[in-house]
């Protein structure tokens, strides 16, 4: 049984930044075949040199990715997606700026092979505020920033120091479950924005997740032990640790390989359609300086089972 496709939703008001970031991500993917599924092409300006061929509502891309057009009916277009031949390793879902993205999170678990991995929202620094406070779009743009597992304040640099802690702060009561990102250009590692990727052995500290100019660390822990993971996951994803993102594979209480994944604050648990580990294996990302190593090595002997 194949595992389930990883997808990620990226939301957030208009102007934000949305499109901006679908492209680096596509231009950073490394070697990820990735789908995306935007509402129009015309709202995603693809490099001419990357399409290979266009099929209808479909555009070939080099690296085995592909862009699909689903309009208005995006069921439609995952089943397309899911019907191709080698299947995308990732699938990025450009929302609507008017739209809601947990209203198309909750689509996804009628379509068996997909899960969510991460539910990202953009926004842009500068207008934030105001849009939030606006009479006609006020709620929606407050909602969107609500429903975030990671929040990607955009457009930083054209604010002051002053404005943009001002600006943390009040995120911090309108969207408390969010982890906060500052970018620049919508640029952000994708090791961040699309999952850690496959569980590597060995225990590291302090090993780089992006370029010098993001500031970002990873820390990879083994163990022998199986785990409490229902434990583990509320300590992990608890605000004082401040981890962005964890992935880890382990046995359970009863034995039993599991999975467990971490964005922002929300964690999810699930059988393992790998092959039970000889090691338990975890990693988790945080920004530099915010990751505490030592707190995590305690988290994983408090929940050993």
């Not at 450009?94 to 539910?119: H, K, N, Q, Y």
């Not at 969207?175 to 919508?186: D, E, G, I, K």
């Not at 822990?221 to 994803?237: Q, T």
């Amino acid at each position: 049984m194949e595992p389930p496709i990883p997808v990620t939703l990226i939301g957030g008001y208009l102007g934000a930044g949305k499109t901006t970031l679908v492209n680096h991500l596509l231009r950073e993917r490394g070697q990820r075949r990735i789908a995306v599924l935007v509402n129009d092409f015309g709202e995603l300006p693809i490099d001419d040199a990357l399409i290979e061929s266009r099929d209808g509502p479909l555009l070939q891309l080099a690296g085995g990715c592909v862009c699909c057009s689903f309009g208005s009916d995006l069921m439609a277009a995952l089943q397309q997606i899911l019907a191709l031949q080698p299947t995308p390793q990732h699938i990025l879902i450009e929302t609507s700026g008017v739209a809601l993205p947990a209203a198309v999170a909750r689509m996804l678990v009628l379509l068996p092979g997909l899960e969510l991995d991460a539910l990202l929202v953009l926004a842009d620094a500068e207008t934030l505020r105001r849009h939030a406070a606006d009479r006609y779009v006020g709620e929606l743009v407050r909602e969107q920033l609500q429903q975030a597992d990671l929040l990607l304040l955009n457009k930083t640099d054209l604010m002051a120091e002053a404005d943009l802690s001002a600006l943390r702060e009040w995120l911090g009561s309108t969207a408390p479950q969010a982890r906060v990102l500052s970018c620049r250009q919508a640029r952000l590692p994708p090791e961040l924005l699309l999952g850690i990727g496959p569980v590597q052995s060995g225990s590291r500290r302090g090993a780089a997740v992006a370029d010098a100019g993001v500031l970002f660390e990873s820390l990879s822990l083994e163990f022998e032990h199986g785990v409490d993971m229902a434990a583990l996951a509320a300590l992990l994803s608890a605000p004082p640790l401040r981890l962005l993102r964890a992935k880890g594979l382990m046995r359970d209480r009863d034995g039993r390989t599991r999975s467990l994944q971490l964005v922002g604050a929300r964690t999810t648990l699930a059988p393992s359609t790998h092959a039970g580990p000889q090691q338990g294996r975890l990693v988790c990302i945080a920004l530099r300086g915010e990751l505490q190593a030592e707190r995590l090595r305690a988290a994983l002997v408090a929940c050993a089972a």
